[in-house]
């Protein structure tokens, strides 16, 4: 999606905003695991459809030897924090993960400063959102993106805006939505 990508390098490991390096096969594998819980794998299809409309920041871990350099072609995806948006205005964070065994490093808060570094470059950002769960989870994400809960203001209300949802059939949380009926 994005016209110029970005990357980053912080010891043995990338992020980068570049299509061409995101593989599928892991991105599938983890939405179809307990780490990203939120959703389920998908078509390759419209997998493809998916990450090819977003901004996506891939984490990669970066080959130790000339000689595993030499065996591969590109880097191993480790993460992936993947952004809804039209790169000017809107900003939504949407499917965040950091496979387990690379977990503890601090690679979920570069991923993190990286996203935010991105954010506050655009002068025109109307508003950055994102949906999660979870005490840890909420604290993570007001330390790391600056980002607070949304409480309906006044001005808001008497302009009768409200935030408004439906879960698709892509959804893990389809079943919440009949009985929240």
């Given at each position: 999606m994005s016209s110029t990508p970005s990357?980053?390098?912080?010891?043995n490991f990338m992020i980068s905003t570049?299509?061409?390096l995101l593989q599928l096969d892991v991105i599938n594998k983890a939405f179809d695991s307990d780490i990203?819980?939120?959703t389920?794998?998908?078509?390759?299809?419209?997998?493809?459809?998916?990450?090819?409309?977003s901004?996506?920041?891939?984490?990669?871990?970066?080959p130790q030897s000339s000689s595993q350099i030499a065996g591969k072609g590109s880097p191993t995806q480790i993460g992936l924090g993947r952004c809804v948006t039209d790169e000017a205005t809107v900003f939504y964070l949407t499917d965040v993960f950091i496979l387990p065994e690379y977990q503890g490093r601090g690679l979920g808060k570069w991923l993190m400063e990286c996203i935010r570094e991105t954010m506050n470059s655009w002068p025109e950002l109307r508003?950055?959102?994102?949906i999660t769960s979870g005490e840890h989870a909420k604290k993570f994400y007001k330390e790391t993106?600056?980002?607070v809960p949304f409480h309906t203001k006044k001005a808001v209300l008497d302009h009768g805006l409200e935030v408004l949802h439906k879960w698709g059939p892509g959804s893990s949380f389809i079943n919440d939505q009949k009985n929240d009926s």
């Open positions: 990357t980053w390098y912080k010891d570049e299509q061409k990203v819980y939120w389920k794998g998908t078509t390759p299809e419209a997998l493809k459809r998916m990450l090819s409309k901004l996506c920041f891939g984490v990669y871990a970066l508003t950055a959102f994102l993106l600056d980002v």
